[in-house]
């Protein structure tokens, strides 16, 4: 479950994410979160499918607030939950002619979030893909829609990125930085070198020599300053996935 959070104050933000990892750990799963500090800056990464739900402060302190950013998300997605959180619950009416799926006063207290995330468990569909713009011969501009299991890795190039998948090439136009900020935040993909991020799930074994292979033959190298962390990344993704199978066992 990928959930962003939109907090402009840090103690605001510390809680929440608090609150919602005490919670995960209860439930034993793992909870991906991306952070943002304003309207304007989760509008200009959301996508459809970017993440699973949203905490929005209704009261952000610069620019767009709370409610103008949810009506913006919902010209992109309709369905996506989000739940609003401030400390003016005068604003909790309004707040449902975005659809909203919950309301939570701050400071926010465990019982009302766990509640909150037991409906979202109940409710959500993970998501499962990467929406990336493309182009025809560099003017007829389009998107595409990317299964995040058939990413095997990308790569920076230049003017863009190259997202390499079970059945062949993507080329982007969006730059490496930028993907990378689309996509999930659950240790599944890691940067293995300079512009180069792969699955680690595609990844059948990593050698002490840097060689990665993967479960369709496809070779790729860690840079040795990268070595160590990408073998701890990936051990650690195998443990989650192990833990995560034993748990739905």
């Given at each position: 479950m990928h959930l962003v959070i939109v907090e402009d104050l840090k103690s605001d933000r510390d809680n929440l994410i608090e609150r919602i990892q005490e919670n995960s750990d209860a439930a034993k799963d793992t909870a991906e979160l991306s952070v943002y500090t304003s309207g304007?800056?989760?509008?200009?990464?959301?996508?459809?499918?970017?993440c699973s739900a949203i905490f929005l402060d209704i009261m952000l302190g610069e620019g767009m607030n709370g409610l103008d950013t949810a009506r913006k998300i919902r010209e992109t997605d309709e369905y996506i939950p989000i739940v609003f959180t401030t400390t003016e619950k005068e604003f909790a009416l309004e707040s449902y002619g975005v659809h909203a799926m919950d309301f939570l006063v701050k400071p926010i207290e465990q019982a009302p979030l766990d509640w909150c995330m037991k409906r979202l468990r109940e409710t959500l569909v993970s998501p499962t893909i990467l929406t990336v713009r493309c182009s025809i011969e560099g003017w007829?501009?389009?998107?595409?829609?990317?299964?995040?299991?058939?990413?095997?890795?990308?790569?920076?190039?230049?003017n863009g990125s190259v997202i390499h998948t079970s059945t062949g090439e993507v080329r982007s136009g969006q730059s490496y930085s930028e993907l990378m900020r689309l996509l999930p935040k659950t240790g599944r993909f890691c940067e293995y070198g300079r512009g180069t991020t792969v699955n680690f799930s595609w990844v059948d074994y990593i050698l002490d020599n840097g060689e990665i292979r993967l479960k369709n033959g496809v070779l790729l190298f860690c840079s040795r300053r990268k070595l160590k962390e990408t073998r701890a990344a990936y051990n650690n993704y195998q443990f989650m996935v192990l833990r995560k199978e034993g748990v739905n066992a």
């Open positions: 304007e800056a989760l509008l200009s990464d959301f996508r459809r499918g970017f007829q501009t389009f998107e595409q829609v990317i299964s995040l299991d058939d990413i095997l890795f990308l790569e920076s190039v230049r």
